[in-house]
């Protein structure tokens, strides 16, 4: 999706009013047409994305010590799984991180954030990619990213990759989409996406954010260049 340039429909899931106002300044910088839709809740966005699709993009806060959150997420995902989610929360520890993207959240942002940040990230994960806070990236603090980390962990994993796919690999730890790697790297969109089909296979792990905590952790122990 070309960002800036499209209509964009976004659903907005918060409990409190101000919270959905106040964003609708910030999702105006992501096209030229944005539509926000509110909605109080998960179940909320639920039912909005029976009654009033397509969407493009879901933003949810979450009570992220509360499993109802993540059962909503999971649910939400298994629903539209085409639908980018990305979860804005006062919780930003590795764990929270985790949990959300295990329930199927392409993005995780910090309320803390700055707009300048949140927008650049609501409009990675729009273009495909995956946004996560920078502390979860560098490993600190928490298990989530050693946890993704040892399911895919060693040589024993990367000595399954072709050179080519370890230079996929270490472009994905850098957030970046499979448009961008392609340019990068001169390769046809479908080759990125065989190439990432594989990786995932050899990581052992389940989707592209998992991929790229995974890959950030080889890039930092300096297994693949960063």
């Not at 800036?4 to 910030?26: C, K, N, T, W, Y």
């Not at 990581?203 to 998992?210: A, D, E, I, S, Y």
Request: proline letters at 5%.
């Amino acid at each position: 999706m070309e960002v800036g340039m499209s209509r964009l429909r976004i659903i907005v899931a918060d409990e409190h009013p101000l919270i959905r106002i106040g964003l609708q300044e910030f999702l105006t910088r992501l096209s030229d047409h944005v539509e926000i839709l509110e909605a109080r809740s998960l179940e909320d966005a639920l039912e909005t994305l029976d009654r009033d699709g397509p969407i493009d993009l879901v933003i949810t806060d979450l009570l992220v010590q509360s499993m109802k959150g993540f059962d909503g997420l999971r649910q939400l995902h298994q629903k539209a799984p085409d639908i980018p989610v990305v979860v804005l929360s006062v919780k930003d520890s590795a764990q929270d991180v985790r949990s959300a993207i295990d329930a199927g959240a392409m993005g995780f942002i910090p309320k803390t954030s700055s707009p300048e940040v949140m927008v650049n990230a609501l409009k990675l994960v729009l273009s495909g990619g995956v946004y996560l806070p920078p502390n979860v990236l560098r490993g600190e603090p928490g298990r989530a990213t050693t946890a993704v980390a040892g399911e895919a962990s060693g040589e024993a994993s990367l000595s399954h990759l072709t050179p080519r796919q370890r230079e996929v690999l270490a472009l994905l730890a850098q957030g970046k989409t499979n448009k961008q790697i392609a340019n990068e790297l001169g390769l046809a969109a479908g080759t990125v996406k065989v190439h990432m089909s594989r990786i995932l296979k050899a990581l052992n792990v389940h989707n592209r954010t998992q991929a790229v905590i995974a890959a950030s952790q080889f890039a930092k122990t300096g297994q693949i260049e960063p």
